[in-house]
Structure formats: structure tokens, C-alpha cells
């Protein structure tokens, strides 16, 4: 990379800013693409687009124009921004005339912007071949760039067409469009803002279609209409109640017989007994026991509310049947280990009970919950407002049993039809602290569904490809009846998630939880079955309307020039992007097939879809302007596990469209870059795996990126212990890393002295293409990170960059001056190894940070000792911290910890795998009053000063020598400020603190320290 080519983010980057609007992201699902399907640890569009920008902006000249480009990351990166195009529009201009300038080095010939522009040279390639979920491509895209994106997993795969190609190539006029969309369908209202420069303008000849007309969602609309509609024919009378009366919901605990045998009743598993756990509404299920022997019986008891049996005196629902394993009879109080349970559920005896019918006043048509448990995105309804319980019927329970009959039927119809099981059979792994259920007998996919749920996933799933087999036989194009069908799949998926025995009734806001709210399967007792004809949480048509929002959002997504896309002339259709021939990409199919990929003229629609290894790329050498990334990290998600509840559905749904895509049986596992344990080896085994797979993925960005482009990768783990790993990987795969910036979208807030220390929620680490230097010499090197380290400390604590954080992107951004040689050695000839330089790196930011917190004074004056412990205090609080982190900050004090902790009296004290440090109340008096050391004294004078012994404090104080020392009140200062209000010793601390004039007038004249 050459100085006069340095990015905004490798200089500096609004880090609190970007987390904020991050952060608050989370909370927003209408049009976001988190509700098209379930990904797991996807990252926020804010991060991703900021970052994104500020990688392929040039750094600032000046203070103005750095202030101004600050501002403007933080506008652009806001999701209310997402389709603002007066600011995309400076966005993409801004990018495209650095572009420019790269391009004409690169080519050796003048580039403007307007060629970018009119589609004559291609813009930015953007490749992200750990795309998941596709928020970095997405955020490249909108951004003017090619976008290329590539998962090894399938349904990651669908997922990205879903979300990046098909929008762009079908949500606008395209020829072969079939007519009866649009003579029935709806003009969506053209852009406010107006629309982007570089757009072409629309022509619209007569009798056509209006020119905003989006035919992808009004297909989706429509067929998704048909589909429901012709499920609701077939399934509606599985959830007729009583006097025609329809549930939204069902309540189910599973059961187990009593193991007493002079009782064994059918025991409800139930965790709690709450139904509404509101302020104002307060309903639970109150189990009736008469006694051992006699069945349960349950009423529906309420506080306040009319229409159900008073609050029994002394009831607590929160008591339930069954914890952890355990459960309790309420008819005789035996109880059922664990380990029996376990067992009594493999061997089939357990059962199934419904507790509870859930109704919504509204009629059918009037709007429940939606998705997630959140309202519904036409405002309609807020979360379980109005809700109403009653027990179940003999009504209820006949039409439960009607639709357990129409299954074995149906199963039998579709089986003849699809050549396949229909109900996945295929098998649910146990795994370790990640997959719990299967534990409890539910060991093939299918087996996750009651017979209702199956049964109306499996009508659904065939009303999905009987609505594709009508597109074709409309007269569709096949790739955009493809691209329809994938749609209805994916959305019925996430009505699979919401229909299953693993979904929660979610008794605060009243509504069902989708099965994924952690990302693992763990055992569920008591669950919710949802009405998928109704429009509560859980439904098709709530998922519905959360689908035509993210269609309608990614269809106003504005064209990149040279491709298809809103805003450009209807073009004749090309087809779909091809995804790689063999799903064993990575496995050594040795053909690099690159697909619609020609130099110098970009023939696609803005965005391409692979599914393609990172290991493995289908690009050639120097091929991409950057690569941004967020690659797996160790065990973190088991991506290929999890979405096999998905695969299973999409196989039967539109397996058959995408042959290459759904070959295995269930997705790919031997190339997924994962540190499993389960296998052969271990976890000394999986870990390797992990590590040697990474760095071949790093190698292989590093082969495809343009020797001047930049490369972002998303570091994500919270522990600081890989850090150093990852860094050196990159280093090893010929990546320097130029900078580092750790975003906290989760926004949380201080540590307690429970938790143990983490770090924020990820760290965007900049990387450039080594141009490796062959030796450098230690002093010089030294002189060089001191410069260069200056500069970058005094803009993360600008940035608000704190805690343990501020090391680890010190240490990142310090790598950029080390990683340059190959070698570094003093002037003896000795190599100075890499650890050698952080240390140096660890004790620069030390010596800052100190100073900072004392507010530049002082820093000096004060000994490592006291050093270290305000240091820890504005590190991580009161929180304990893992031992090889507390190493490092004590030897960046030039303290040795071992040494520290076995210290007579000393502040650290180890507990097991963690240190803790001490403050003033934990501590032995005697050691207090004798030692000689500043935080000794403070927190002795602490404790006279809490018993009020104040001829004892100021003896203290003055024999110390402390009593009138300046910096003595600010450590004690510094150290309140930096923990959190309710903390014990920060009361101590702002207690002394009040008095001190007064206590400096009585300790009297300064002695020497
Ligand atoms: C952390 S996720 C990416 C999430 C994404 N940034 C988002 O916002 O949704 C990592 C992805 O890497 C994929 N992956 C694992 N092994 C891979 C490989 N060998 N090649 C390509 N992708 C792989 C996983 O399937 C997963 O989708
Ligand atoms: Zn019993």
C-alpha cells in the first residue's frame, strides 16, 4: 500500500457513534433482513456499511474534511438512512472517484467517475466468501459495488440469492414479466428522495406496466396468498374449536407417568405455570391435585382479570413440575430424577398434554403478533394485547386427533409424489452443550414436529411446488419462477420455526418465541403450538407481511451501473446466477470455474452468489478492489448443524430447483471451517482444523485481493486469548493488519463483579497486502511504533475506545509497523521476536492510558503498583479477568503477577482459571495498616474513614506521608470514576473524597513520600 492510499478506517473511524446505531438496530425488523430468514450471529447492516465505507474512502487531508466524512459515516450508517438516495448517491461518489484514481494507476489510463458510473469500467468488487446472512455484500452493494458473495452452506446460499440477486434482477420491469401481475397488482409509490443520478430513467412505452411496478413482490405477494390459501382449505378444519370458534395458539406440556406406584398419574412438565406474566395482567394455569392416584386437573386463575377463577392464596406459578431434569409429581411429591427422565423418554413414554388454548378477540383478518414476537410490521395489535385462555375442549382435542389421522395420509400422498420421506427422517445429532433434545428422544428432524405441526408444514411445503409447477404452467419464466418458489420456501422455513415443539410460549409479551433464540436446540418441556392459519406470531401470513417489507426494501436497493436493477432501462432477461457445479468445493475438485465474471466489462446485475469454500475461491489472482469479511470463529455457531433444520424443509421445498445446491443429504459438513470436538482427535483435533482451514481462507483473500486493496475482517469472540492468533494468521497469510477497531453493539453496560471480563462484540480488523520489507532494525522499528502509536492511542481514546479493548486495537494498529519486515533484529544481530514488540506495544498503551486517566498529571509520580491497580479499575471494573490477560497488563506495569499475588497481603487473589483484585472491604485490616504502598494506605483510610475513625485517619494519612500528596486524591479519583455506581468502593472513595480539603488541613504539613 503506498502512504498517499491510506482508507479513512486505517487513520480513524466514529467507533461510539457506528456501536450506537448498531446496537439499536437490533430492535428494528420491519424490511430488515433479518426477518427474510433465520441466520445465526448475523452483523448489524450499521457496522457493516460504515465500516465498508470508510475501507474504500480515502483517509482525510485535513481536519475539515475528516470532520466532515466523520459526519457523514455516522449519517449513512444509520439504518433509517438505508435508502436515503441523496446520501447513497454521495456515498457511491465519493467511493467512485477513489476508485477512479485506483483504477487509472492500475490500468494506466484515465478513469472518471462517469465511466464507473455509465458502466464502462466495473466499480469497487466487494467479495465477502464468508457471506452467511450477506449483511457486508448487501451493505457493498447499496453502496455502488459489485457485491460477490459466497457461503460453503446451501441455505446460507439461498438465503444471499434471496437477498441480493433476485431483488436486483426481478424487482424491476423486466421482459417476459407475466402481465397479470401487473393488471392486477399495485404501483408501489416512487422514491421520495427522487432518484439516483446514475440511474437511467425509466421508459415506459404505452399499455405497459407503471413504470415503478415491482413484479418480484407482487408475485410474492401473490403466490403467497395462493399458497395460504390453498393450505387454509385443507387445514382449517384441524383448528376448528368449539362453536366454530378459531385458536391463535395451543399450549403443551409434555408428560410422564408418575414412577410412584401407588400413584402414577400423567405428569404435566411444566417449567412455570404463567400464562400473562404482565404488569396489569397477570394469568396462570393452576394445577388441581386430589391427592396420589387422581388424575390432574387445572383452572385458569387470574389477578384482576374477569372471566377466569380467583388467585388461589399462596399460589406460585413460578414453581413448576420440572427443573433442570427433575421432576416433581403434584399429586404425590415423588420425584423423578434425571437420569430416568432421560431415559423414560427414549424408551417412549413419555406423552403429550394440551394445558391451554390461546384465543384473540380480533377476528380473523385482524392483525396479531408478528414474527419474533414483535407487532406486526401493519402496526396493528401490539404484543398479546387482548389475549384470552381457556382450557381445552373435547373439540379441541377431536380436531387435533383428526389432523394426527390426515397425516399418515398425507405423509403417504406426498411420498409417492416427491419420491422422498416427506417428514424429514433425517437424523438430529446429539452434541455436546449445543444439540439437547435429541437426548430426549427426538433424533431425526421430523421428529422436532407434533403430528398437527407436521402435518401443516407438509401441506404448506406442497402447496409451495404446486404454486412453482402453476408459475411454469402460467407461462412463467422458469428463473424467475424459481426465484418466487425460493421465496415461498424460505418463508415457510420460518414458519417451521415458529411450528415446532421446541418454540416457547414467551409469557411476558404473550406471544411464541421461534425455536433459534440461542443457537442451539436445548430441551423445551412445555410448548406452543401456533395456529399457521391465524395472524398471531408464527403464522404464514405474519410472515408474510415481514417478507413483502424486506422485498420492498431490497428491491428499492438502487441498481450498480453496468448491471440490472431498479432504476435501470428493462433489459432482456439473462438468467440467474449459476451457483458452482459441486457442493464439495474445498474437497479438491480442482476446476477454478468462474462464472460470468469478464474482465473489464461486468455483465451481472450488481451481485453474485457462489457457493464456493473460502478455501477454494472461483476468482482469479489480484481479482477484488477488497475483501470484507466475518469469518467463523472457533466453535462459536454450528452453523451446518443448525441450519439442517432448515435444509431438511428446503430439500422438499425446492431441492429440485437447485440440484447442485441439495445433493447431500443434509448440508455439508467436511469443509465447514468449525472447530467441532466431537470428532476423532477431539478438541486438540477440531481446533487445528479450525486454525489451518482459517488461514487457507486468508491466504486464498489474500490471492484474490488487488495488491493495493484492503481487507476487513470481523473478529467476534469475547475473550481476548485468540487475539494475538488471529493477527499472526493474517500475518503468516500475507496480510498486514493496518488497523483495529472494536465496535460494542451490544451495548452493554459495565461489568459487575460477577461477570468476568470480555471484550466488546467484535473487532473490525483492517488488513493490506503485505508488501514485506526484508529486515528492520530494532531501534529504528521501536522509534517507528512510538510515532506511530502516539498518534493512534490519542484517537482511540478520543473515540471512547476503553477497557481491555483499547489494547487489543493498540496492539493491532501497532502490528502495522512491525508486520512490514520479514525480519526484526538489534544491532547484534539478534531476532526480536514478535512477542517481544507487544510487550513494548502493551507497556506504550499502559503508560498512555495511565496518564489519561489521572488526567495527565501525576502518571509519573505514582509506582507500578498503583499503576497496575488503577489500570485494572478502568479496565474492567470489579469484574475478575482470565489469567493470561491479568499477565499481561502486570507486565506491562513491570510487574510480575505470579510474584504480586504471593505477596503477603497483596490486592490479587486467584481463583482457580481467574484474578480478581481486591478492593478495600475484601481485604485483611492488618495487612492494610501495614502497608507501605499508595493503594494500601488509600484503601486503610478507606476503612477508618467507613468506621468513622477519624483521629486514626488522619494519624494514617500524615505518618504515611500521603495525607497531603496531590496525586494520592486523584488515583483515588481516577479509581471512582471508573466504577460503576453501585459499587462499594466507589461509595468509600466519593465518601473520603468529599471532606478532603478538610482532611488535608488535618493531616498538616506535606512529609516526604
Ligand atoms: C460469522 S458467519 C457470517 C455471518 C454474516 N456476516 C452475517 O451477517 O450474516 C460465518 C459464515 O461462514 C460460513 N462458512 C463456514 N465454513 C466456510 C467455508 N469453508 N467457506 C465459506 N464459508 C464458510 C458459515 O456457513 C457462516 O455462514
Ligand atoms: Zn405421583
Redo the contacts with the bound molecule.
Keep these: 500500500m503506498t502512504q498517499a492510499d491510506r482508507r479513512f478506517i486505517e487513520e480513524s473511524f466514529p467507533v461510539k457513534e457506528v456501536s450506537q446505531h448498531a446496537a439499536k438496530e437490533k430492535t428494528i425488523r420491519y424490511g430488515h433482513i433479518s426477518t427474510l430468514h433465520i441466520?445465526w450471529?448475523?452483523?448489524p447492516l450499521a457496522a457493516s456499511r460504515a465500516t465498508a465505507y470508510a475501507a474504500l474512502t480515502p483517509a482525510a487531508p485535513d481536519l475539515l474534511v475528516w470532520q466532515g466524512e466523520r459526519n457523514f459515516i455516522v449519517e449513512l450508517c444509520r439504518w433509517e438512512n438505508s435508502l436515503n438516495l441523496p446520501l447513497l448517491e454521495r456515498a457511491r461518489r465519493v467511493l467512485y472517484a477513489a476508485h477512479a484514481e485506483r483504477l487509472s494507476a492500475e490500468l494506466g489510463k484515465a478513469v472518471s467517475v462517469e465511466d464507473i458510473a455509465a458502466g464502462r469500467v466495473p466499480p469497487p468488487r466487494v467479495l465477502d466468501?464468508?457471506?452467511?446472512?450477506?449483511?457486508?455484500p448487501l451493505e457493498a452493494l447499496r453502496l455502488g459495488c459489485e457485491a460477490y458473495a459466497?457461503?460453503?452452506?446451501p441455505v446460507?446460499v439461498l438465503i444471499l440469492k434471496a437477498t441480493l440477486e433476485f431483488p436486483q434482477q426481478y424487482g424491476h420491469l423486466f421482459a417476459g414479466m407475466p402481465d397479470h401481475l401487473w393488471r392486477k397488482g399495485k404501483t408501489r409509490a416512487p422514491h421520495a428522495a427522487g432518484q439516483m443520478a446514475f440511474a437511467l430513467n425509466d421508459s415506459t412505452p404505452t399499455d405497459a406496466p407503471p413504470p415503478n411496478f415491482n413484479p418480484l413482490l407482487e408475485a410474492v405477494r401473490h403466490w403467497g396468498e395462493w399458497v395460504l390459501n390453498e393450505a387454509r382449505t385443507e387445514l382449517a378444519g384441524f383448528y376448528a374449536g368449539p362453536n366454530g370458534e378459531t385458536a391463535v395458539g395451543y399450549i403443551w406440556a409434555r408428560t410422564l407417568p408418575c414412577q410412584n406406584p401407588a400413584c402414577g398419574v400423567e405428569i404435566p412438565l411444566m417449567r412455570q405455570f404463567w400464562l400473562a406474566k404482565k404488569d396489569k395482567k397477570k394469568i396462570a394455569l393452576h394445577p388441581l391435585s386430589r391427592g396420589a392416584g387422581k388424575p390432574l386437573a387445572f383452572e385458569i386463575v387470574a389477578q384482576g382479570q374477569p372471566g377466569y377463577a380467583p388467585w388461589p392464596k399462596d399460589f406460585d406459578p413460578e414453581r413448576g413440575t420440572v427443573k433442570g431434569a427433575v421432576v416433581t409429581c403434584p399429586a404425590c411429591g415423588a420425584v423423578i430424577d434425571a437420569n430416568t427422565t432421560r431415559r423414560l423418554f427414549r424408551e417412549g413414554k413419555a406423552g403429550q398434554r394440551m394445558v391451554a388454548v390461546v384465543l384473540s378477540p380480533r377476528p380473523q383478518g385482524g392483525r396479531g403478533t408478528g414474527g419474533g414476537g414483535l407487532p406486526s410490521p401493519s402496526g396493528r395489535g401490539a404484543g398479546g394485547e387482548g389475549k384470552t385462555y381457556r382450557l381445552p375442549t373435547e373439540a379441541d382435542l377431536a380436531a387435533y386427533r383428526a389432523a394426527e389421522q390426515a397425516l399418515q395420509a398425507k405423509r403417504e400422498r406426498l411420498r409417492a409424489a416427491w419420491g422422498m420421506e416427506p417428514l424429514p427422517d433425517e437424523p438430529l445429532p446429539v452434541m455436546s452443550g449445543v444439540f439437547k433434545a435429541p437426548i430426549y428422544g427426538m433424533d431425526a428432524w421430523g421428529k422436532l414436529f407434533n403430528p398437527r405441526q407436521a402435518l401443516a408444514l407438509l401441506t404448506f411445503a406442497d402447496a409451495v411446488r404446486r404454486a412453482h409447477a402453476e408459475m411454469l404452467a402460467q407461462g412463467y419464466p422458469a428463473d424467475f419462477a424459481k426465484a418466487v418458489a425460493t421465496y415461498l420456501a424460505l418463508s415457510l422455513d420460518m414458519s417451521a420455526a415458529f411450528t415446532n415443539s421446541l418454540a416457547r410460549w414467551e409469557n411476558t409479551s404473550e406471544v411464541i418465541k421461534q425455536l433459534f433464540s440461542r443457537q442451539a436446540l436445548p430441551m423445551l418441556w412445555d410448548y406452543a403450538e401456533a395456529n399457521p392459519l391465524g395472524d398471531s406470531s408464527g403464522s404464514f401470513s405474519t410472515g408474510q407481511e415481514y417478507y413483502l417489507k424486506v422485498l420492498d426494501h431490497l428491491t428499492r436497493i438502487p441498481a450498480v451501473p453496468g448491471g440490472e436493477g431498479p432504476h435501470s432501462q428493462p433489459l432482456p432477461h439473462k438468467g440467474g446466477g449459476e451457483t458452482l457445479p459441486s457442493p464439495h468445493v474445498?474437497e479438491g475438485s480442482g476446476v477454478r470455474d468462474i462464472p460470468h465474471v469478464e474482465e473489464g466489462g461486468w455483465g451481472g446485475e450488481g451481485a453474485r452468489v457462489t457457493h464456493a469454500?473460502?478455501?477454494r475461491l472461483p476468482y482469479p489472482d489480484a481479482f477484488f478492489d477488497a475483501v470484507l469479511t466475518?469469518?467463523?470463529y472457533y466453535d462459536n455457531?454450528a452453523?451446518s448443524y443448525l441450519s439442517d433444520f432448515f435444509y431438511v424443509w428446503l430439500k422438499r421445498t425446492v431441492g429440485h430447483l437447485y440440484p447442485d445446491l441439495f445433493s447431500t443429504p443434509l448440508t455439508p459438513k467436511s469443509?465447514?471451517?468449525?472447530a467441532y470436538s466431537q470428532g476423532e482427535g477431539g478438541f486438540e483435533a477440531g481446533k487445528r482444523f479450525f486454525e489451518e482451514?482459517l488461514a487457507a481462507?486468508f491466504r486464498e483473500s489474500a490471492r484474490v485481493l488487488k495488491p493495493g486493496g484492503v481487507a476487513v475482517v470481523v473478529y467476534a469472540h469475547k475473550s481476548t486469548a485468540g487475539w494475538e492468533t488471529v493477527i499472526n494468521a493474517l500475518l503468516d497469510c500475507g496480510l498486514v493488519v493496518s488497523a483495529a477497531w472494536p465496535l460494542n453493539t451490544e451495548m452493554q453496560s459495565r461489568l459487575n463483579a460477577n461477570e468476568s471480563a470480555a471484550l466488546a462484540s467484535s473487532i473490525y480488523i483492517v488488513a493490506r497486502k503485505a508488501a514485506r520489507q526484508g529486515l528492520g532494525f530494532y531501534h529504528e522499528v521501536r522509534a517507528e511504533l512510538r510515532r506511530h502509536l502516539d498518534e493512534r492511542l490519542q484517537r482511540l481514546w478520543e473515540e471512547g475506545v476503553g477497557g481491555a479493548d483499547f489494547f487489543i486495537a493498540a496492539i493491532g494498529s501497532a502490528i502495522e509497523v512491525f508486520g512490514k519486515y520479514e525480519q526484526v533484529i538489534d544491532l547484534e544481530g539478534n531476532l526480536i521476536r514478535g512477542e517481544a514488540l507487544l510487550d513494548e506495544v502493551r507497556a506504550l498503551a499502559t503508560d498512555f492510558a495511565v496518564r489519561q486517566i489521572l488526567h495527565n498529571g501525576f502518571a509519573a509520580e505514582i509506582s507500578d503498583r498503583a499503576r497496575f491497580y488503577v489500570l485494572w479499575r478502568w479496565n474492567y471494573a470489579e469484574a475478575r479477568v482470565p489469567f493470561d490477560e491479568a499477565r499481561k497488563l502486570a507486565q506491562a506495569c513491570g510487574l510480575d503477577i505470579v510474584e504480586e499475588w504471593s505477596r503477603r497481603g497483596s490486592p490479587l487473589k486467584k481463583e482457580q482459571a481467574f484474578v480478581r483484585l481486591l478492593g478495600p472491604h475484601q481485604r485483611e485490616l492488618e495487612h492494610l495498616a501495614a502497608g507501605r504502598e499508595l493503594i494500601d494506605v488509600l484503601h486503610h483510610a478507606l476503612r477508618l474513614w467507613e468506621k468513622g475513625e477519624r483521629a486514626a485517619l488522619i494519624e494514617r494519612l500524615s505518618e504515611s506521608g500521603y495525607g497531603r500528596n496531590e496525586a494520592f486524591y486523584r488515583v483515588a479519583q481516577a479509581i471512582s470514576e471508573c466504577l460503576p455506581f453501585e459499587s462499594k468502593e466507589k461509595k468509600l472513595l466519593d465518601g473520603l473524597l468529599t471532606g478532603r480539603t478538610r482532611l488535608q488541613e488535618e493531616v498538616g504539613q506535606p512529609r516526604l513520600l
Design positions: 441466520w450471529a448475523r452483523r466468501p464468508f457471506a452467511g446472512g450477506g449483511s457486508y459466497g457461503d460453503y452452506n446460507a474445498g469454500s473460502a478455501t466475518d469469518p467463523p455457531v452453523y469443509g465447514e471451517i468449525v482451514q481462507a
